[in-house]
C-alpha cells in the first residue's frame, strides 16, 4: 500500500524548495503557500511567512519552472492591517488562491487571526501587488477555506472549516455579492475513533474541478499521545451540488514521512495551500507547508488521483 501511495505523489529531489535562509529580509519560517500560475506563464507562490514576532505575513515568489530560480518580493506582499481590520491582530496565514474568470481576479481566501482565534478573510487581486480587502467574511473560529473558481446555481461558493464541539467538518456556503453568506451546508464531516481523519477536517488547496466532479485534497488530523499528524486524502464531490460528497478515500495518500516533514516547529505536518496544474490538465503540482518550517514540492496526476478514489473509496 506504501508503495502505491508513494506513487501517487512524486516529492521533488531538491526539497525543501524555499526556506527562510532564501527570504530577502530576516525571517522565521516559510510554509503553508497558496499557488497559482500567472497569465505570463509564471508560478506564484503566496507563501505564509512568520518572522520573530510569531505573526504571520504572505509574501509572493515567483519561479518561471515552479521549482527554482525563485524572485521573493523584497518586503511583506500582504501584511496584517489591525488598524483598518482589527481581525487581522495576530496575523494573517494561510492564503488559498483561486483565480476566478468572470471578475478577471485572483480571489485570495486567508486566515485572519483574531482575539478569539482565526476566522476568514478575502481579498481580490489582479497582480499580487495591489488588493482589494473584503475584510472577514465568516466569524472566528473558522479557517481552510477557499473560493470555488465560477458560481454554483447562480451563487459563489465558499469552503470553509468552522469549529464546533466535539469536531471540525468542511462547510460550504453560497454568496450573491461575496459579501453576505448563507444556505449553509454541511459538506465533509471528520470520522471518529481511530480513523487518521477522526475529529477535525479540513480543505487543503482549492478544490480541483473535473469532468467527474469537484476532487477536494483534504488533511485529516490524528491526534496520539505524541501530539498531531497531518496527512491528506481524497474526496469528490458533485460538480452542480457541492455538498455532495460521491466518493471518499479510506486511506490517507500523503503522510510526513522524511525528515523536513517530520522535523520542524511542528512535528508531523504535510500542509498544501496550493497547486498548479500543466497545460495537459492532467499533471499537478502541489506545494505544501513541511512541518511549518519550509515549503516542498511533491508531482502527481489527476487521472491517477482519480483512479486511485475509485479504488479506495
Ligand atoms: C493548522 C493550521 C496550519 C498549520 C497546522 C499545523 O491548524 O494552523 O497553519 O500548518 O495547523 O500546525
Given amino acids: 500500500m506504501t508503495q502505491q501511495n508513494t506513487e501517487l505523489f512524486r516529492r521533488h529531489t531538491g526539497n525543501p524548495i524555499l526556506t527562510a535562509a532564501d527570504w530577502p529580509y530576516p525571517v522565521h519560517s516559510v510554509f503553508n503557500p497558496g499557488a497559482t500560475l500567472l497569465a505570463d506563464g509564471n508560478t506564484l507562490l503566496l507563501c505564509r511567512v512568520e518572522n520573530r514576532t510569531g505573526h504571520s505575513h504572505l509574501c509572493a515568489a515567483r519561479s518561471a519552472n515552479g521549482v527554482d530560480g525563485w524572485a521573493i518580493d523584497s518586503q511583506p506582499t500582504l501584511s496584517a492591517d489591525p488598524e483598518n481590520y482589527p481581525e487581522e491582530m495576530w496575523g494573517i496565514e494561510d492564503p488559498r488562491i483561486t483565480y476566478v474568470p468572470e471578475l478577471g481576479q485572483y480571489a485570495v481566501v486567508y486566515t ?139 486511506e490517507w495518500i500523503f503522510g510526513p514521512e522524511e525528515p523536513y516533514e517530520q522535523r520542524g516547529d511542528v512535528d508531523n505536518v504535510v500542509f498544501p495551500c496550493g497547486y498548479t496544474l500543466a497545460s495537459d490538465g492532467d499533471t499537478i503540482r502541489i506545494y505544501y507547508g513541511a512541518a511549518d518550517t519550509s515549503i516542498a514540492l511533491a508531482t502527481g496526476s489527476v487521472r491517477s488521483m482519480l483512479e486511485w478514489l475509485e479504488q479506495h473509496r
Wanted: positive net charge.
Fill in 112 to 250: 485572519a487571526y483574531t482575539r478569539d482565534g482565526p476566522g476568514v478573510a478575502l481579498a481580490l487581486t489582479k497582480d499580487f501587488h495591489h488588493f482589494e480587502r473584503y475584510g472577514l467574511i465568516m466569524q472566528p473560529e473558522d479557517k481552510d477555506a477557499a473560493l470555488l473558481p465560477r458560481r454554483v446555481g447562480g451563487h459563489w461558493a465558499l469552503i470553509h472549516r468552522p469549529v464546533s464541539a466535539p469536531g471540525a467538518h468542511m462547510w460550504i456556503s453560497y454568496s450573491s455579492n461575496l459579501r453576505h453568506w448563507g444556505s449553509h451546508k454541511i459538506m465533509l464531516e471528520a470520522r471518529l475513533g481511530g480513523w487518521w481523519d477522526a475529529n477535525r477536517i479540513g480543505l487543503s488547496p482549492p478544490p480541483i474541478e473535473t469532468p467527474q466532479g469537484w476532487l477536494v485534497v483534504y488533511h485529516g488530523v490524528r491526534q496520539n499521545a505524541a501530539g498531531a499528524i497531518y496527512r491528506l486524502g481524497l474526496a469528490l464531490f458533485d460538480l452542480e451540488t457541492p455538498e455532495r460528497c460521491l466518493m471518499r478515500s479510506k
